[in-house]
């Protein structure tokens, strides 16, 4: 894996920017003296870039590290129609421009990961190097048992009692280490998202073709197979991977950000710095 390093930890801060479908809200760091390309980390929906506060303090000690998070979810603007993954990576395409990035490298999770390809594969000319943390090809048995957790509306009742269904789709896949607690510091993305638009990302990745933006780049990538939902579905990728390699992971799941950030820097930092 290369050398395992406890890195300093930098601030992270928070703002607006202007967006394709409205204001985008990102995290990010800025060291004064960056000797990197930046890093652009797309998070797992129904989700936030929140899950990334943990990487970013440490990756971003000497690049740029910005986790946005996705159109719709979070704090930033939705879409007013129901976005495809191409869209969703035109989104990130216009925040890379607007920021200026000649070069960028990105990290995906999950929904992440898939948008991350797109973006890849409609930006060559700015994407460096992937790292990605489970990249699911989908397929009919997956769009159904997958559809049924993640792409169903669960609408707002008067008596909270939605609230159990949501915490049940954050509880139930958690990871090893990842507790009660850390579910609960996540779960508030579970409930800021607009009930009939949450699963708008989810879906868009349960139908999109992933193996074929793989198999269009050729830029450098990893990924992570770790063990989720979706583990399956990320084998399906290896024949698509012609530039890259998948590793297991079977010791990480769900919140692997939360219980290993030191682990997931080493992994990030190692592969976007190798020659």
């Not at 969703?88 to 200026?100: Q, T, V």
């Not at 397929?139 to 009742?157: A, N, Q, S, Y």
């Not at 012609?242 to 190692?270: C, M, Y």
Request: net charge negative; charged share 25%; with cysteine.
């Amino acid at each position: 894996m290369g050398l395992q390093v406890d890195y300093p930890k930098v601030k992270v801060s928070k703002r607006y920017m202007d967006g394709l479908f409205g204001q985008l809200h990102v995290r990010l760091t800025e060291p004064e003296n960056p000797s990197r390309p930046p890093v652009l980390c797309l998070h797992v929906s129904p989700l936030s870039g929140l899950v990334y506060e943990d990487l970013l303090a440490r990756i971003g000690t000497d690049r740029m590290a910005i986790a946005p998070d996705t159109p719709g979810y979070g704090m930033s603007d939705a879409p007013s129609d129901i976005p495809d993954i191409p869209a969703y990576a035109e989104a990130f395409s216009h925040l890379m421009d607007s920021m200026d990035f000649k070069e960028v490298d990105l990290v995906g999770y999950a929904t992440g990961s898939v948008i991350a390809a797109e973006l890849a594969r409609q930006r060559p000319d700015v994407v460096r190097r992937l790292v990605l943390f489970s990249a699911p090809v989908i397929d009919d048995e997956d769009r159904r048992t997958l559809g049924d957790r993640f792409g169903h509306v669960i609408k707002p009742k008067s008596d909270g009692s939605h609230l159990i269904p949501l915490w049940q789709q954050v509880f139930a896949g958690h990871g090893p280490g990842q507790t009660a607690a850390l579910c609960h510091h996540v779960f508030t993305e579970h409930i800021r998202a607009d009930s009939d638009k949450k699963p708008w990302a989810p879906r868009a990745a349960f139908e999109f073709r992933l193996e074929e933006a793989l198999a269009a780049l050729s830029q450098p990538l990893v990924i992570y197979n770790i063990a989720t939902e979706v583990h399956g579905s990320t084998l399906r990728a290896a024949p698509h991977v012609k530039p890259g390699s998948i590793v297991e992971l079977p010791d990480w799941g769900h919140g692997f950000l939360q219980t290993r950030p030191e682990d997931a820097a080493n992994r990030v930092r190692n592969f976007l710095d190798s020659v």
